[in-house]
């Protein structure tokens, strides 16, 4: 697959089918992905990719967690600054009702968090996950580098045919995960990433992007 064609078609698929993955896919994906560039070459990264019954009892634990209406454990680190404005605050407002519409759920919903927390936890019926774990004495750069790491591997994953959905959800339920995992307390969990082949049949969400104006600036060029 052409590298224009990955970039263009990775979305973040929320409905997977219950296909299997092949193994050496996963394999061939994380082992081009060692490539991803790091500061320094420290490669701060430790993935774990979770499956089978493994995977199935940690969703179901997470599920439980999310439809007893659990806040999730203390964050590690914010999912979004505080006081967010625009111009960030109308793209993320704009694509997430756009993007829970699309899964069936209002914005005026009196449960609508719990809705939306169980479905991440469901991890949108994907077969695997991958969690990308750092080191916790590892700085802003090296969560920069664990960034383009999973930017790397998301788009490998289209070149195998297969679509991804990161998810920083799974902080919520750090915890649970690393008790499933068995990441010792030296890691703190970045994100989760939902792998697996897209459902058939199911109208495919493309979120807008900013014009490219409004972001890049040419100088000297």
């Known amino acids: 697959m052409d590298v224009y064609e990955a970039v263009d078609s990775r979305r973040a698929v929320r409905v997977f089918s219950d296909e299997p993955i092949p193994r050496e896919a996963l394999e061939r994906v994380l082992a081009a992905a060692t490539r991803a560039p790091s500061s320094g070459n420290l490669q701060p990264w430790h993935v774990y990719v979770v499956g089978g019954e493994q995977l199935a009892e940690l969703k179901r634990r997470a599920t439980a967690r ?132 897209e459902k058939e049949g199911v109208p495919r969400l493309r979120t807008g992007r900013a014009d490219m104006a409004e972001t890049v600036s040419f100088l000297g060029v």
């Open 66 to 197: 999310a439809l007893a209406g659990d806040p999730g454990d203390e964050r590690e680190y914010p999912m979004y600054p505080a006081g967010l404005t625009s111009p960030y605050l109308d793209r993320f407002s704009a694509a997430a009702a756009q993007r829970y519409k699309a899964l069936g759920i209002e914005r005026d919903d009196p449960d609508r968090p719990m809705k939306i927390a169980a479905l991440n936890s469901e991890a949108f019926g994907a077969p695997v996950v991958l969690f990308c774990y750092l080191d916790r004495t590892m700085g802003p750069g090296q969560w920069a580098d664990a960034g383009m790491y999973v930017q790397t591997v998301m788009l490998l994953l289209r070149a195998e045919g297969l679509h991804s959905c990161p998810q920083v959800m799974w902080t919520m339920y750090r915890k649970t995960v690393s008790q499933m995992v068995g990441a010792d307390d030296g890691l703190v969990l970045f994100c989760g990433v939902s792998v697996g082949f």
